[in-house]
């Protein structure tokens, strides 16, 4: 054995300040001891693109279309940020950010009726504003109904990534009703080391997306006359992509969410 393995060094991993990274675990450690926050009431969000209307480079298709026609990337992508507890136990709906406003098929749906929480960016990104309005109109009331219900302490630690659309102070845009948040951001170039959502969660939501986007696949082209490029170019809209969020959000299991944070 000469002891020499194959692996692959993911660039953001091997970028990784990992001395920030055991600072911050110091910080977080104290903060929980301190205030003494227990799982149901520890949050972390993390944000990831989504081209939905993409398939995988490589894939399997009919016989009769051995080549795919291509899409224009950018105007089947979205931002999606997820929120969950570290028990795992309360998952926030999806803030998802597209670059229309209104999109047809969705014009009909209330707000209150929508899977994920729509927001509209010309480039789809999460910017400050978003996010304060998400924190208020979305994360703030969840948490607190989530705590009442549960008769816990009308308390929560969110652990944020320090990113341009989550802006310091904090405290002082956060509405009087849920002032009981509090935020603690992580040092720059520590997320691929300590953000639980970039612990597998993000990874295994997008599995379970992918296979739920294949089964409407083969479900489709099986029980009619339509191909798969068929299927994809004039059949596949956003109101099918948002049901397939939601359930691939749903299947992301508490065992998957809770050891996402083992790290911290």
């Given at each position: 054995?000469?002891?020499i393995h194959s692996v692959v060094t993911y660039g953001k991993a091997a970028s990784s300040d990992k001395k920030a990274a055991e600072e911050f675990l110091k910080k977080f450690e104290k903060v929980i001891s301190r205030e003494g926050y227990i799982p149901q009431q520890d949050f972390n969000c993390d944000e990831t693109g989504l081209f939905w209307k993409k398939m995988p480079s490589g894939t399997y298709i009919k016989a009769e279309k051995r080549k795919l026609s291509g899409h224009k990337p950018m105007k089947y992508s979205l931002t999606l940020a997820f929120y969950a507890n570290a028990s795992g136990d309360l998952k926030i709906k999806p803030l998802l950010?597209?670059?229309?406003?209104?999109?047809?098929?969705?014009?009909?749906?209330?707000?209150?009726?929508?899977?994920v929480f729509w927001k509209f960016n010309a480039k789809a990104?999460?910017?400050?504003?978003?996010?304060?309005?998400?924190?208020?109109?979305?994360?703030?009331p969840a948490v607190k109904n989530f705590l009442e219900a549960n008769n816990l302490p009308l308390k929560c630690l969110l652990v944020l990534e320090n990113a341009p659309a989550h802006p310091p102070g904090l405290k002082d845009i956060i509405h009087p009703d849920f002032s009981f948040i509090k935020v603690l951001c992580p040092p720059?170039?520590?997320?691929?080391?300590?953000?639980?959502?970039?612990?597998?969660?993000?990874?295994s939501f997008k599995k379970l997306n992918t296979k739920h986007l294949f089964k409407r696949c083969f479900e489709v082209t099986e029980s009619t006359q339509l191909t798969l490029h068929e299927l994809w170019k004039g059949y596949f809209d956003v109101d099918q992509c948002l049901r397939m969020i939601d359930?691939?959000?749903?299947?992301?299991?508490?065992?998957?969410?809770?050891?996402?944070?083992?790290k911290l």
């Amino acid at each position: 054995m000469t002891g020499i393995h194959s692996v692959v060094t993911y660039g953001k991993a091997a970028s990784s300040d990992k001395k920030a990274a055991e600072e911050f675990l110091k910080k977080f450690e104290k903060v929980i001891s301190r205030e003494g926050y227990i799982p149901q009431q520890d949050f972390n969000c993390d944000e990831t693109g989504l081209f939905w209307k993409k398939m995988p480079s490589g894939t399997y298709i009919k016989a009769e279309k051995r080549k795919l026609s291509g899409h224009k990337p950018m105007k089947y992508s979205l931002t999606l940020a997820f929120y969950a507890n570290a028990s795992g136990d309360l998952k926030i709906k999806p803030l998802l950010v597209y670059h229309s406003e209104n999109h047809r098929k969705l014009q009909n749906i209330t707000i209150e009726r929508l899977l994920v929480f729509w927001k509209f960016n010309a480039k789809a990104w999460v910017t400050r504003t978003i996010f304060i309005e998400w924190l208020n109109v979305c994360f703030g009331p969840a948490v607190k109904n989530f705590l009442e219900a549960n008769n816990l302490p009308l308390k929560c630690l969110l652990v944020l990534e320090n990113a341009p659309a989550h802006p310091p102070g904090l405290k002082d845009i956060i509405h009087p009703d849920f002032s009981f948040i509090k935020v603690l951001c992580p040092p720059a170039n520590t997320t691929p080391l300590l953000q639980p959502m970039d612990q597998q969660v993000i990874a295994s939501f997008k599995k379970l997306n992918t296979k739920h986007l294949f089964k409407r696949c083969f479900e489709v082209t099986e029980s009619t006359q339509l191909t798969l490029h068929e299927l994809w170019k004039g059949y596949f809209d956003v109101d099918q992509c948002l049901r397939m969020i939601d359930k691939a959000w749903n299947e992301v299991s508490r065992r998957t969410l809770n050891s996402s944070w083992k790290k911290l």
